[in-house]
T-cell receptor
């Protein structure tokens, strides 16, 4: 079964500094990988996804992530943090068997942006 | 295009009661999945429906059930509520079985007292 590890439940970053959220996955087949963001009292919003092809993927709000198969990682970055980036971020992996596509999520990173 | 909608947004129930939550997927999306989010267990997969058939089920007791209608709308039901069922229940839709990104609704916050 697939699984995701996100270290550091709370991440503090200064406004304008690099945002780096780490994600490592375990999957017995080539994975599909996702990052979602959750603002207070809201659902999950898809930031970006990797399915096949280019290993560096760009998402919304200036975020990007790189799939590294050898390291089983899919770290999320943003060059310059903005106050509006304060939210909870979840990495997720799915394995698609015959069209079944459950997502397994990491525990999440609560990002705090310090002015 | 409207996103995934869930009703109600908030719900308070008493232990032992049952509850039904509703989800309307994005127009044209035929697959609906349900997830439970709690502070302790995080986000956990409940089940997925496609064309009114349950395609996949997570590791939850039989008190948790769901169904999907011909218009792709879905409901989930929890019977004999327990305090531990208090959670945010999220519904997600995707276009079809060969698409992988799922789009989430705002969730239903269930509180069991």
């Amino acid at each position: 079964a697939q699984s995701v590890t996100q270290l550091g439940s709370h991440v503090s970053v200064s406004e304008g500094a690099l945002v780096l959220l780490r994600c490592n996955y375990s999957s017995s087949v080539p994975p599909y990988l996702f990052w979602y963001v959750q603002y207070p009292n809201q659902g999950l919003q898809l930031l970006l996804k990797y399915t096949t092809g280019a290993t560096l993927v760009k998402g919304i709000n200036g975020f990007e992530a790189e799939f590294k198969k050898s390291e089983t990682s899919f770290h999320l970055t943003k060059p310059s943090a903005h106050m509006s980036d304060a939210a909870e971020y979840f990495c997720a992996v799915s394995e698609s068997y015959y069209g079944n596509n459950r997502l397994a999520f990491g525990k999440g990173n609560q990002v705090v942006v310090i002015p | 295009k409207a996103g995934v909608t869930q009703t109600p947004r908030y719900l308070i129930k008493t232990r032992g009661q049952q509850v039904t939550l509703s989800c309307s997927p994005i127009s044209g999306h035929r697959s609906v999945s349900w997830y439970q989010q709690t502070p302790g267990q995080g986000l956990q997969f409940l089940f997925e429906y496609f064309s009114e058939t349950q395609r996949n089920k997570g590791n939850f007791p039989g008190r948790f059930s769901g169904r999907q209608f011909s218009n792709s709308r879905s409901e989930m039901n929890v019977s004999t509520l327990e305090l531990g069922d208090s959670a945010l229940y999220l519904c997600a839709s995707r276009l079809g079985l060969n698409t992988y990104e799922q789009y989430f609704g705002p969730g239903t916050r269930l509180t069991v007292t």
